[in-house]
C-alpha cells in the first residue's frame, strides 16, 4: 500500500505518513489506527474484485 493510499483511508496528508515511518516510537494506538485502516483498504478491494 502506497503512502497516498493509506493517507487517503486515515484521512490525512501524504507527508503525514511519511514523518509517521521515520519514527522510531509511536503509540499503540497510533500504529492499531493504521493497521485497522490498512486491513479495511484490502477487505474493501477484496470485494471489488468479487463477482
Do not use: G
Not at 3 to 16: F, G, N, R, T
Not at 27 to 44: P, V
Amino acid at each position: 500500500m502506497s503512502q497516498k493510499m493509506l493517507s487517503e483511508v486515515l484521512h490525512v496528508q501524504q507527508p503525514a505518513i511519511a514523518k509517521m515511518e521515520k519514527r522510531t516510537d509511536m503509540y499503540i494506538s497510533t500504529l492499531r489506527s493504521h493497521i485497522e485502516a490498512m486491513a479495511e483498504f484490502d477487505t474493501s478491494r477484496q470485494k471489488r474484485k468479487s463477482p
